[in-house]
């Protein structure tokens, strides 16, 4: 569930219905409180747990502003309610990464994340009606036939498989002691990516595989070369910027998108000029972004149900306190991540956390991934975090969970 998963089946959601996307489940809300409790009593039993909460703060940047932004934002209560499950997300990351070993930790992350894959493979089979967009569906009927499996959309499940296909080509053989496992492995994310149809999940998959490449490259090199190899690599995305503009219209068209990104590029400009009042503070956490899009669907008909991009998320939630909020943090995990990979601590693994961080730059221009609570996104940087943090107060060495 914190990835995301079986949020429509547990809230009892048909997708033939419409559903406002501030309405809430007791069911759920239930559930999502009981994981964080556990979270609460599992990373609680660890040892150091304070050194590790005081040097992992960045984590709690966002939640922490989301909670404050009640203060502020139209709908108080839903603000709040919202905040707690951003919270929780948050929290969860830093229990799985204070409880086991950096291994053991990328261990229960990526094989999570292939039994998602497997069981949305299994409802495709089992329950189509759900496990597959239908033209019966309330909302955005055009994707059927494309899979969600135990997701609510298309996009979420290619986004997870896109990540998963990544990171198991990358670390498969840290993940996974056989060699069949790991080809049933790739074979079930590449089968999630491929019919879930999502430009997003493909151009997530290309990232990681490209990024953690890179970085390994990096790693095997001589100690002495490492920084310039890593300039150069640096250098080169530098470079290939300048041509942005051509390789993303190369890109859209491999993929079949259109140019305006599905009308993301349009709907960003009907958000934008309502920030012409807010821009210190935003409007507040969820609810102000959704008294935004009321005002736009009711002028143009559009209804996003975010903004789909995480940087706008931030402008729109909190203003530019946001921004310099997000700069930090990803400038945080940006300076650690690298000094993990430049220094002679650790295996192939510590190559992760930079990969989710340049991943997290990449995902959140088209998609809402940094506030999204109860999501795969935030818990994965949370995660990150927690395992770079543990080289400063542990070191390497064995579980987290004291007697």
């Not at 789909?308 to 402008?315: A, E, K, W």
Request: some cysteine.
């Amino acid at each position: 569930m914190l990835i995301g998963a079986f949020t429509l089946q547990i809230a009892g959601v048909d997708p033939r219905v419409t559903r406002q996307f501030s309405e809430g489940s007791l069911v759920s809300q239930m559930i999502m409180g009981f994981i964080y409790l556990i979270s609460i009593l599992l990373f609680s039993q660890t040892s150091q747990a304070l050194a590790t909460l005081v040097r992992s703060w960045p984590i709690f940047l966002f939640p922490m502003l989301a909670l404050m932004s009640a203060l502020w934002a139209p709908e108080p209560e839903l603000t709040v309610r919202r905040s707690i499950a951003l919270f929780g997300t948050s929290l969860f990351g830093l229990a799985l990464g204070s409880t086991y070993t950096f291994r053991d930790s990328l261990k229960v992350a990526v094989r999570a994340l292939v039994l998602a894959l497997i069981l949305s493979m299994l409802w495709v089979v089992v329950f189509p009606q759900i496990g597959i967009h239908q033209a019966s569906d309330a909302v955005e009927p055009i994707h059927a036939g494309k899979w969600r499996g135990v997701f609510a959309h298309k996009n979420a499940l290619g986004a997870v498989a896109g990540f998963a296909f990544g990171v198991v080509l990358l670390y498969g053989g840290s993940v996974f002691s056989s060699t069949l496992h790991r080809l049933a492995a790739i074979t079930v994310t590449a089968a999630c990516l491929i019919f879930a149809g999502s430009g997003t999940g493909f151009a997530t998959a290309i990232n990681v595989a490209i990024i953690g490449s890179s970085m390994r490259l990096v790693t095997a090199a001589r100690f002495d070369l490492r920084l310039p190899l890593l300039l150069v690599f640096a250098s080169t995305a530098g470079l290939l910027s300048f041509f942005a503009n051509n390789l993303e219209a190369i890109a859209l068209e491999a993929l079949g998108k259109d140019p305006d990104l599905t009308g993301r590029t349009l709907y960003w400009s009907y958000v934008l000029p309502f920030m012409s009042d807010h821009w210190v503070l935003g409007y507040g956490y969820f609810s102000g972004f959704l008294s935004i899009g009321a005002t736009i669907a009711a002028i143009t008909g559009l209804d996003f149900g975010s903004t789909h991009n995480g940087y706008l998320d931030i402008l729109v939630s909190f203003g530019l306190i946001g921004f310099i909020a997000g700069t930090l943090y990803l400038g945080w995990l940006l300076f650690r991540g690298t000094g993990l990979i430049l220094s002679s601590r650790g295996g192939v693994e510590k190559t992760f956390p930079i990969c989710v961080v340049f991943h997290t730059i990449q995902f959140n221009i088209v998609e809402s991934g940094f506030l999204a609570g109860n999501s795969l996104w935030p818990l994965l940087m949370a995660l990150a975090a927690t395992m770079l943090v543990r080289f400063d107060v542990l070191g390497q060495g064995g579980p987290r969970v004291t007697d």
